[in-house]
């Protein structure tokens, strides 16, 4: 019985996991820089904070995996996101870390900052393709604005 159980639920998770990867396909559009072949080791750094850490700040227990698996799947098909997601990430490492604050400041200034046109042209050029990314970015623009410091 356990076994037909844990091959079946093996299952759905493959399932979900292939729906989620088909709902946002990874963009051949991606910025050089956010290509994850061009990943630096800060950006994995920031990355592996936010789906190992962060995450669990910004969401509560209902919404974690959107927070934790969506998110970043979301950045992938949309540069802006993944940006937003890292500078949040760059700000709560900041506040941690305090002998590298001023590195993960700089980083979250420039990420958002990079972020801002392409976020702006997505707003403008609005479709149901792009509509999640401008949400989500938008909500994490906030969460930025919040903790920054003054």
């Known amino acids: 019985m356990t076994c037909i159980s844990r091959n079946s639920s093996t299952q759905t998770v493959k ?9 946002y396909p990874i963009s051949t559009s991606l910025l050089p820089e ?24 910004l969401s509560s227990k209902r919404s974690r995996s959107v927070w934790r698996i969506d998110m970043p799947i979301l950045g992938l098909s949309h540069p802006f996101v993944l940006s937003g997601l890292l500078s949040l990430s760059a700000l709560h490492l900041s506040s941690l870390i305090p002998s590298r604050r001023r590195e993960f400041l700089n980083y979250a200034i420039s990420q ?3 972020a801002l046109p392409s976020f702006r042209k997505a707003m ?3 479709n149901p393709d792009s509509i999640d990314a401008v949400f989500a970015f938008a909500g994490n623009a906030i969460c930025y604005v919040l903790a920054s410091p003054r």
């Open 15 to 23: 399932k979900s996991r292939r729906a989620l990867i088909s709902m």
């Open 124 to 126: 403008v050029n609005c």
């Open 34 to 57: 956010l290509s994850p072949s061009h990943f630096t080791p800060q950006t994995n750094e920031l990355l592996h904070h936010y789906t190992s850490t962060l995450y669990k700040m």
């Open 112 to 114: 958002e900052s990079a």
